[in-house]
């Protein structure tokens, strides 16, 4: 389960038949058609290592160059998260046939790997012995949601019985957690024990406290759960469909009655106008319900107020989309109406959700927000190191599944709909983290016994447990790589990550300050909507100046000057190097604070110059009182390198506002090929010119990058 209870410093983890096909119709924009997924074992004990399942491979139903390989989807370790819970009818809490069938499934919020190699299944909070209560629970919302779209989507992909049952029973689950009746209809509880006592208030308090109380993001997973489950069982099941259709609208009337019937009006955020109908503040929440809605719009194509409430949703998030590529946050769609400078990996579905709404309400100009997130910003934070669970608005914290997963599905899909083939080029790159492709080095999914990692830390190590949450994305994309033919063989080649070139920090605090400035070191670098980088930032006053060292470097350099901006109008910093003039950034005129938690914004600013390679320093001087934080470092040309089974290739990452041609070494015995793709992750078919250029590039290793976008080379033996 994520945490999301409030926008913190901390952004942890918790860790084809007919009836098939007409229900896959959205997933599969997400996923694809192709092979089968690894068969269903059942449930295992409380302690209990995941016993591999029998992979059964199926043709796949879409012509692939590639061979047949086993099914990478193994759902024994998430089977074995499954618990039978007992449900008493309550006044505002009922399911599907309750009388007839008094229990339900729902997953283990966490799974600690033990000593031995098995697992034990634990709750969230501490345990009381005496009532065999956790103080959060042993099941939550969030994780009954989605451990229900992966057996949707699996069963959807292989029409296995198992998986529909377990759709079915995890359904029936998640709609008892959903309040039925009362002022918070429609709303979700988000803890339950393992008895069936729900917990509407946990401990630590998350809010909305109790959880029902008000919309959520467990509320937006409901909302995507019970989509795709209509889409699913529309035709298999029609009067189970009907009741999930019921529950949806009930969801939908408490949106209405909250965050949607805010339609079209905007917040004030740091002087920014954002959305105000987005659920529970997120462009987040609301992608994942959007994701649900486009399946269930796509089976209900006559429901109108669901079809209104996608395009509200989807708006919404497309509304957040910011920067370009030499401006942070290099084209993200933003997760948090309340912070210009926090963006999160966890939840980052906010490109699938467009993408596929844009096909489905026929909204070209949604497409646009997903794209810029896909083909723009994606390399950049790929070759910053990967998908860190926080730009705060430097990279830091863990890197979990949830986030890899999350900008798989928005390559995939934007790839689909765009028809922009090199998103599946940086897809494959993305997924390679499941396989070895990461700051560890060791694979964080196992297809033996369907475990994924619950995370790695930034100094690389592992996390070796398997919680609900790890479990899920990691299954959802090896669902999306069974179904894609092509994508999962070029996943699977990619096995270790050889070096990153990306944004770099350089503290303020490292620097010589010229007169009355110094160091500041705030009692939290929390600052209620960003971190200060390092814990400190550098105060200066009008006059004063602050020389920071930089590293030499190959090539021209953006830089971005991270500053606490004031609310008011505080003068100017002019920034200068020992061969350039580097521009200014202003030191205050945020603007008005409106929704957010803190006056003023700590931003990266851009500058109007670049910073040649070999200068060795950058100086800034002060008109006005500033806060400087870090100088955010970002070549105009950044890369990442991998290799494995397919061999070795690079995708060099545009930040200019031209074409750069970068040389890179060519071993002996090499050549090099190479495929440019524009700022939308579309090919540039060669000119004859280029062609020429092109032979000589392979002996000469001439690369060429077109301007914001991004070039694919692979060494290939002579």
Avoid: C
Avoid at 114 to 137: E, F, I, K, M, N
Avoid at 464 to 487: R, W
Avoid at 526 to 541: D, P, R
Wanted: aromatic letters at 6%.
């Amino acid at each position: 389960m994520t945490y999301n209870a409030v926008r913190s410093h901390t952004t942890r983890s918790r860790s084809t038949r007919k009836t098939v096909a007409l229900a896959a119709a959205v997933s599969m924009i997400l996923m694809g058609a192709g092979t089968a997924a690894a068969a269903a074992s059942p449930p295992g004990s409380i302690r209990s290592a995941p016993a591999a399942s029998a992979p059964s491979t199926q043709p796949s139903t879409q012509p692939s160059p590639q061979p047949s390989t086993p099914p990478l989807t193994n759902l024994s370790h998430l089977d074995f998260l499954l618990d039978t819970v007992p449900l008493t009818a309550l006044p505002e809490h009922t399911t599907y046939r309750l009388a007839e069938q008094p229990t339900a499934q729902a997953p283990w919020t966490y799974s600690n790997k033990l000593a031995d190699g098995t697992y034990d299944r634990v709750g969230g909070g501490s345990l009381d012995p005496a009532t065999g209560h956790w103080s959060q629970g042993a099941f939550n919302a969030d994780d009954i949601a989605r451990t229900a779209v992966v057996y949707l989507r699996h069963w959807q992909l292989t029409g296995d019985a198992a998986s529909r049952e377990h759709a079915l029973q995890t359904l029936r689950s998640l709609t008892y957690l959903q309040t039925a009746s009362g002022p918070n209809a429609g709303n979700v509880v988000l803890w339950q024990q393992a008895d069936g006592t729900l917990t509407p208030s946990a401990t630590p308090v998350e809010l909305p406290d109790p959880s029902d109380s008000a919309e959520s993001y467990w509320v937006a997973r409901t909302v995507w759960a019970l989509g795709e489950g209509y889409a699913a069982f529309k035709d298999a099941d029609p009067e189970f469909a009907a009741f999930l259709q019921e529950r949806l609208h009930l969801s939908l009337d408490s949106l209405e009655r909250q965050s949607l019937g805010k339609h079209d009006t905007f917040d004030i955020a740091d002087g920014v106008k954002v959305p105000a109908w987005l659920i529970a503040g997120g462009a987040d929440a609301s992608a994942e319900a959007a994701l649900g809605l486009s399946a269930y719009v796509v089976a209900a194509p006559a429901d109108e107020s669901a079809r209104t409430a996608l395009t509200q949703l989807t708006e919404g998030v497309a509304a957040m989309s910011s920067g370009s590529a030499s401006q942070w946050p290099f084209g993200a769609i933003m997760p948090w109406n309340k912070s210009q400078t926090l963006w999160h990996a966890w939840g980052g579905l906010t490109p699938a959700s467009v993408a596929t709404a844009s096909t489905v309400l026929g909204r070209s100009d949604l497409l646009a927000a997903a794209v810029k997130d896909t083909a723009q910003f994606t390399p950049q934070l790929l070759a910053a190191g990967g998908p860190d669970n926080a730009w705060s608005p430097t990279p830091g914290e863990a890197q979990i599944a949830y986030g890899v997963d999350s900008r798989v599905q928005g390559l995939v899909a934007t790839a689909k709909a765009a028809n922009a083939p090199g998103l599946i080029d940086l897809a494959a790159v993305t997924a390679g983290w499941f396989f070895g492709a990461n700051p560890n080095g060791a694979p964080a999914y196992n297809p033996a016994t369907g475990t994924s990692i619950d995370g790695i830390e930034q100094d690389g190590r592992l996390n070796p447990n398997s919680g609900a949450e790890s479990t899920i994305h990691a299954l959802m994309t090896m669902l999306t790589l069974d179904a894609n033919p092509v994508l999962k063989a070029k996943a699977l080649g990619i096995d270790k990550t050889v070096a990153t070139v990306g944004l770099s920090v350089v503290e303020a605090e490292s620097g010589t300050i010229s007169g009355s400035g110094t160091v500041v070191r705030p009692p939290s670098s929390w600052t209620g909507e960003a971190n200060i980088s390092g814990g400190a930032y550098v105060a200066l006053a009008a006059g004063d100046s602050l020389r920071i060292p930089v590293p030499a470097a190959d090539q021209t350099r953006n830089v971005y000057p991270i500053v606490n901006q004031t609310e008011a109008a505080s003068g100017a910093t002019a920034w200068s190097s020992a061969t350039a003039t580097l521009g200014s950034t202003d030191n205050g005129g945020a603007g008005a604070q409106g929704i957010t938690d803190a006056p003023g914004r700590l931003f990266p600013l851009s500058l109007q110059q670049a910073l040649p390679a070999a200068d060795t320093a950058v100086v800034g001087a002060a008109d006005g009182a500033a806060s400087v934080d870090a100088l955010l470092i970002q070549p105009l040309i950044s890369s990442i390198s991998v290799t494995g089974p397919a061999g070795d290739s690079t995708v060099y990452v545009s930040a200019a506002n031209a074409p750069t041609v970068r040389t890179v070494l060519v071993p002996r015995g090499h050549r090099l090929e190479q495929q440019a793709f524009d700022n939308t992750g579309k090919p540039i078919a060669p000119t004859r010119a280029d062609m020429k250029a092109d032979k000589k590039a392979s002996k000469t290793g001439a690369v060429t990058v077109l301007a914001g976008g991004f070039t694919v080379t692979k060494l290939v033996l002579k």
